[in-house]
Each structure stands twice: as structure tokens, then as C-alpha cells.
């Protein structure tokens, strides 16, 4: 089932292997160019079914938070992604695009104006530093509005979809965490507060696009800043992050884990993925570490060198529709070729995950 195709909404997928969204830092004033095509043109050619693009800086003066991320405001970018778009549909693929702020992330220099501060619910970047903008209403009002427009210019490239990126400690994330999120008003609070913002994000994308479009949101416990972070600790706390935003229109979740076969909660054996899915009713895609053996501590650090491994776990959970799609990262890096060696049980052909793989990014 998982290498066998599979309808998103009205999207067929060829198979239900995603290709999860990976920052590459290639596109140089922000502009994705031919060799951008080229590498995804090479998982779509290695039968992906469905490919994630990197995570794209929304057009606001403090999304960026490292160096040659694309963006989609000017016109030369926006016709960087048409040929991305292009090459990975002449190769049989489909194509959703990662729409991303940076929020508490941002790193001091980046982007169009450098002087611009990290934006962030309560002013906090981290837990104790106090250096950050805090979100005025009007701020708010603002960004999810460029959600919207940025989404709107993807369904004009010819984008199957925008996944909204709500995990790993960026600005949406901080909004449902409640070590960066203290706001006092309608956006801080209780979870159902903290997921308010992420609600309107999706609001506005929704009323930007077609119904046809896929609009699915990315969320995660863990963040970049904190691997043992959590946002919620049970099914019934989960339905109140999630059901808020689910209501506005999302498509699909992508439900972030490091290692996929990890449980979520005391008293059952299932991941992220599933609870997510059995919540919303919508279709779910898990990630983390699928495919390769898994050690060590950060998901760049542990990858270091990382061997192929079967994914039989995988395979059984889509059979017995624990989840719907399975997205593999830093494998597909390795190999391109993953998703065919794999169908086809040839595990020893399988280039393993290195260093020199992460340092590339080809
Ligand atoms: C180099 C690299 C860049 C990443 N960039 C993003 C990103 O832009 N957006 C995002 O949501 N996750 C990002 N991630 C996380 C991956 O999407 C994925 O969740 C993680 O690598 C675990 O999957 P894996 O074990 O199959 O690699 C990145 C991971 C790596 C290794």
C-alpha cells in the first residue's frame, strides 16, 4: 500500500512516499535557480510520490533566518519555482510548497533589511532573553495576510498545495508553546488561545486559493531549540491544539517526530501521526528517521553516518491505516533513488547517510 498510489483531495499520487521539506540555503538572492530544478527533478525521476519543498521565507521583513533561503517576492524567484515546478511535473511528480517565518529563529543580519529584530508572540527569543518584537495585532494582521498572498502566487506557479510550516520553534510554533508564547490577550493563554494565530494563518490561506488547492500545516513537540519540548502530554490537549485550525480548512497534517516509531503518549504504542489522524479525521503523514538506523541526538548530529534500514514498521502502520503518507528527509538526500531500491527490496544498494551527503545538499 504505501508504494501503491493514493489520492490527496484530488491529487493522485503515484505512490505515498513525501519527500519532507529540507532547507538548502542554493538560492542566492533568494531566487531558486536551474540547479534548484534540477535537484528535485532528480527525486521526482526516483518516483517520490509526493515532494515538499524546502521551507520557503514568507514575504515579511523578518521571515528570513538564514542566508540564501528562496522567497517568492520578487518576480525572478517566483519564475525560479515555475521552472522547479515544471521540471518535477514533467517527471511524473507532484509538488507542495513549505510556506515559512522564522519567527524566534531569526537570525540577527538576515534578509532584505538587516536591522529588523526577530519577531516573536511576547518579545521573548528564547526562555529568559527578552530581544525580540513582540507581535502587535496589526503585525498579526499583516503576516496572515502574506500567507495568503504567498500562497496565492503558488497556486499561480502551479503548486499542487502550501504546507504551513507550524513546527520546530519558528514563529508559529512559538505561538503554541507557552515558554515563548505569554501573551495576555485572545493569542496567548490556554492551547485553544496559542493555536488562534495558527487558525488565522490558515483563514486567510484558504480564502486566498481555490478549494481545489491543498492547504496542509506541519507541527511538531520538539523544536530546534529543545528536543524534549512539548506542547501537549494527551490526546484530549492535542484536540485543542489542532481542532481550531483543522476547522479553517487544512487538507492534511504533517505531524513532525524525530524517530517515527516512538510512541506519543503513556498508555499506547502509537506515534504523533496517528493521534493526529484519529483527532482531525484528516489524512496524516509521519517523518523522522524512516529508512535509516537511528542513534545519537539531533537529527543533522545523529545522521552523521547513518546506514539504510528496512521500513517495515511503516509499511504495516499504512496497511492497517495508522497513517496515510511517510515522509523521508536526509535518506533521500543520500539517495535519490531511494523510493524505487526501496519498493524493490534492495536495501544494499542504498547509499547511506553521511556528512559529506548534509554538506552538499544535491
Ligand atoms: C538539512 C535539513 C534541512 C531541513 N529543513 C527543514 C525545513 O525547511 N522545514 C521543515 O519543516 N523541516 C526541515 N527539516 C526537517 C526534515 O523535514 C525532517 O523532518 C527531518 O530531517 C527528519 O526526517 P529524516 O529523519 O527522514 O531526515 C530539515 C532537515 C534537514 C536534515
Known amino acids: 500500500m504505501l508504494f501503491g498510489d493514493y489520492k490527496l483531495k484530488n491529487l493522485e499520487l503515484r505512490n505515498r512516499i513525501v519527500m519532507a521539506p529540507m532547507t538548502r540555503c542554493m538560492s542566492p538572492d533568494n531566487i531558486p535557480g536551474a540547479d534548484v530544478a534540477k535537484y528535485y527533478e532528480r527525486r521526482a525521476k526516483g518516483e517520490v510520490g509526493l515532494i515538499i519543498t524546502e521551507g520557503i521565507e ?27 515546478v515544471n521540471k518535477i511535473k514533467e517527471a511524473g511528480g507532484s509538488v507542495i ?35 525580540a518584537h513582540a507581535l502587535t495585532h496589526s503585525d498579526i494582521k499583516k503576516i496572515s495576510d502574506v500567507f495568503g498572498q504567498d500562497a496565492k502566487w503558488c497556486e499561480e506557479i502551479g503548486f499542487d ?131 535509516l538506523e537511528s542513534k545519537g541526538e539531533s537529527f543533522v548530529n545523529m545522521s552523521s553516518n547513518a546506514q539504510p534500514v528496512n521500513i517495515d514498521k511503516a509499511i504495516t502502520d499504512v496497511k492497517e491505516r495508522k497513517y496515510d503518507m511517510v515522509a523521508v528527509g536526509r535518506a533521500l538526500l543520500a539517495d535519490p533513488d531511494w523510493v524505487i531500491k526501496m519498493r524493490e527490496g534492495r536495501l544494499k544498494d542504498i547509499s547511506p547517510y553521511s556528512e559529506e551527503v548534509l554538506a552538499q545538499l544535491i
Open 58 to 84: 514568507v514575504s515579511h521583513v523578518a521571515s528570513s533566518s538564514y542566508p540564501n533561503v528562496p522567497r517568492l517576492d520578487s518576480e525572478k524567484s517566483r519564475d525560479g519555482w515555475k521552472l522547479v
Open 97 to 131: 510548497a513549505q510556506l515559512w517565518h522564522s519567527g524566534a529563529m531569526r537570525e540577527a543580519g538576515m534578509g532584505p533589511d538587516p536591522s529588523i529584530p526577530a519577531y516573536t508572540p511576547s518579545g521573548l527569543s528564547s526562555a529568559n532573553n527578552k530581544n
Open 161 to 291: 498545495g502550501v504546507e504551513i510550516h507550524g513546527a520546530h520553534g519558528y514563529l508559529i510554533d512559538n505561538f503554541f508553546w507557552d515558554t515563548l508564547n505569554k501573551r495576555e490577550d485572545q493569542y496567548g493563554g490556554s492551547i485553544y488561545k496559542r493555536s488562534q494565530f495558527a487558525k488565522e494563518i490558515t483563514e486567510s490561506v484558504r480564502a486566498h486559493v481555490s478549494d481545489n488547492f491543498i492547504v496542509g500545516m506541519r507541527f511538531s513537540q520538539w523544536k530546534q531549540q529543545d528536543f524534549e519540548a512539548r506542547l501537549v502530554n494527551s490526546p484530549d490537549e492535542l484536540s485543542q491544539l489542532l481542532m481550531p485550525i483543522v476547522d479553517s480548512g487544512l487538507d492534511y497534517l504533517h505531524a513532525s517526530n524525530r524517530r517515527y516509531w516512538e510512541k506519543e503518549f503513556q498508555g499506547s504504542e502509537n506515534n504523533l501521526a496517528y493521534w493526529a489522524q484519529k483527532i482531525s479525521g484528516l489524512p496524516t503523514i509521519t517523518v523522522g528517521s524512516v529508512g
